[in-house]
């Protein structure tokens, strides 16, 4: 791959949606065999924003998702330890930290804290002291991220991703964007890894016919 044609995947998500998570591995394997040669940035998206309703944690709905769909993928994608979460909070602060962390270089640290706290482990991401308790365990300061949370120092950058997607046309997530030059590629959905790897060989191999 030549050093000309990097690639960039900006990744929509939301730290309440298992799919999201599921798309982890993927993204680290492909980040672990091209290292540098590709970029892979998270972006906000809130599946239910203020004053939408938040769902009912022992909903039916839920449980029928979680056995048919989640369980089953998390085994194939070794998240085993994934559970349906007791809670069914909001997301905006779990995102405003996020941001926090991307000022600090910790922006993927943070999301995989987040996305671990609450999917393995039950945890409440409305809470602003689980939000400071997972800042520290990857290296934050939480006495600047109490702060920033307070004054809503990023919520307007969250709030921007969620516009962006918008305008693209993203209306669920989680959501990629493949590019490898002038052209952008779309992924809809917790992919597996060869169709995320083939449309980044397309990605690449359109930038240099192009170039």
Known sequence: MPNDNPVRI?????????????????????????????????????????????LDPNAEYLH??????????????????????????????????AEFAREAGLLDAMNHALFKAFFEEGRDLADL???????????????????ALDQGRHTERVLEDEQLARQIGISGVPALI???????YLVSGAQPYETVKDVIDRALSDAKAAS
């Open 10 to 54: 900006l990744v929509w998500s939301d730290y309440v949606c298992p799919f999201c998570y599921l798309e982890r591995p993927v993204l680290e394997r492909i980040k672990a065999e091209r290292g540098a040669r590709v970029e892979i940035d998270w972006r906000s998206f809130e599946l239910r924003p203020e004053p939408e309703p938040t």
């Open 64 to 97: 029928r998702v979680w056995n048919q769909s989640v369980y089953p993928m998390a085994q194939d994608r070794g998240l085993d330890r994934m559970k349906l979460p007791p809670v069914q909070p909001r997301s905006r602060k779990a995102h405003e930290a």
């Open 129 to 147: 002291e689980v939000l400071l308790d997972l800042g520290q365990s990857v290296g934050l300061d939480p006495d600047g991220l109490r702060e």
């Open 178 to 184: 493949v590019t490898a030059g002038a052209q952008a």
